[in-house]
């Protein structure tokens, strides 16, 4: 649990970037925070862009072309950003292209860090929501399979609490030595704040409705 999704997003940029040399592949147009945060941690940004014409969906050919310019240049890329739905576009990733975005991670060895803190947004009927980690496992691919990150907040979608500060990241796929680092970052920290941990867990868990009868 974190403070909102930005200080996991920063979490995982310090662990992934070790120079100017490593490249995280992240969407054009985007949410200033991944930008921001490669910088700051001395990465690379390395850019995809968004097909407008086709409701800014994401190609997989796209990421391959990127990832060959970017290897070209002498960057490795060690993960690709998906922020699903999306901001500031707000597409939503049907399950096909999802697969294929899964496929991809994993031929190219890539974490996938899945921005999934829209997921409540979605006002277009024919579109529905599905998290990376539930298309992943409904393609065969457990634990061992694929490096993926999925990030959640309360300060966004309907909850709309951004002075309130709580989110959370799930991180799968990572052997326990890599898990060890991560933890050992969060514990700088030393914890999220209580309001944003109650917060979070109403978010995980809902209160229910209860009727009493007279």
Sequence with gaps: MTDGASPAVHMMMQLLIRSEKDGILCPIPQYPLYSASIALHGGTLVPYYLDEATGWGLEVSELK????????????????????????TGQVL??????????????EGLVLLAD???QENVYVPEKKFHSFKKVARSMGYGEKDIH????????????????????YMEVTGFGADVREHIYK??????????????????????????????
């Design 148 to 167: 993926l990150v999925s990030f959640q907040s309360v300060s966004k979608g309907y909850y709309g609490e951004y002075g309130k500060r709580g989110g």
């Design 94 to 107: 049907a399950e096909e292209n999802q697969k294929a975005i899964v496929e991809f991670c994993k031929e």
């Design 65 to 88: 072309k990127q990832l060959q310019e970017a290897k070209s240049n002498g960057i490795t890329v060690r993960a690709l950003v998906v922020i699903n739905p999306g901001n500031p």
């Design 116 to 118: 999934e803190v829209y």
């Design 185 to 214: 970052l969060a514990t700088v920290n030393l914890c999220s704040n209580i309001t944003g941990q109650i917060l979070a867990s109403i978010v995980m868990s809902p209160p229910k409705v209860i009727s009493f009868a007279i």
